[in-house]
């Protein structure tokens, strides 16, 4: 059965503080991996990984994947209190035009000041 | 800049009653998606849709569940009969062209079955 698992499931710092959140995956078919920011309601999408080793920066946050151990990383240096919400992150399967996303349960970051 | 919508932002049913979600996918994209979120629980994907029928589904999206395309830009979904189960929040995703992965999501419609 597919599976993607997050870790931690919760973080609590303060402003700041740079945070590592954990993404690993089970997924047949594999075509890529998404992070996504979810605050009070929809996923907002943040980066989407397809290749081993190529980090994805934006601003404060990066991510990279590690296609032969099945997990990515999601790093925000000096975080904000802006940045609290639930980090969620999905794969895609490689399954013709569909391309459903199976999602892990999310990180909840909360940054206080 | 383009964004899905969804209505209503929430919606409270009786049990047995039939529901009808509303999306507006962003206008140039192909591919469309419904997702549901119980609370304190993982994104489940539904059903995905493209090219006017459904491409895959999951084994949530049962009997009671359907999609529409009625008219070229809104995309429903409908719950036959609603369960107590059903109290979710639902999303509503879209994506452009068969390479590009990312799915934009619309805010969500908070469905309440008492």
């Known amino acids: 059965e597919d599976k993607v698992v997050q870790s931690p499931l919760s973080l609590v710092v303060h402003e700041g503080d740079t945070v590592t959140l954990n993404c690993s995956y089970e997924?047949?078919?594999?075509?890529?991996l998404l992070w996504y920011k979810q605050e009070k309601k929809a996923p907002t999408f943040l980066f989407m990984l397809?290749?081993s080793g190529i980090e994805k920066k934006s601003g404060r946050l990066s991510s990279i994947l590690d296609k032969k151990e099945l997990f990515s990383i999601l790093n925000i240096t000096a975080t904000q209190t802006g940045d609290s919400a639930i980090y969620l992150c999905?794969?895609?399967?490689?399954?013709?035009?569909?391309?459903?996303?199976?999602w892990g349960l999310g990180t909840s970051l909360a940054v206080n000041p | 800049e383009p964004e899905v919508t969804q209505t209503p932002s929430h919606q409270v049913t009786q049990m047995g009653q039939e529901v009808i979600l509303r999306c507006v996918p962003i206008?140039?994209?192909?591919?469309f998606y419904w997702y549901r979120q119980i609370l304190g629980q993982k994104v489940e994907f539904l059903v995905s849709?493209?090219?006017?029928?459904?491409?895959?589904k999951s084994e949530i999206f049962d009997d009671q569940f359907s999609v529409e395309r009625p008219d070229g830009s809104n995309f429903t979904l409908k719950i036959r009969s609603t369960k107590l189960e059903d109290s979710a929040m639902y999303f509503c995703a879209s994506r452009d062209y068969r390479d590009r992965e990312e799915q934009f999501f619309g805010p969500g419609t908070r469905l309440t079955v008492l």
């Open positions: 849709f493209y090219n006017n029928e459904i491409s895959e």
């Open positions: 206008s140039n994209h192909l591919y």
């Open positions: 397809t290749s």
């Open positions: 999905a794969v895609a399967r490689n399954a013709g035009n569909n391309r459903k996303l199976i």
């Open positions: 997924v047949t078919n594999f075509r890529s």
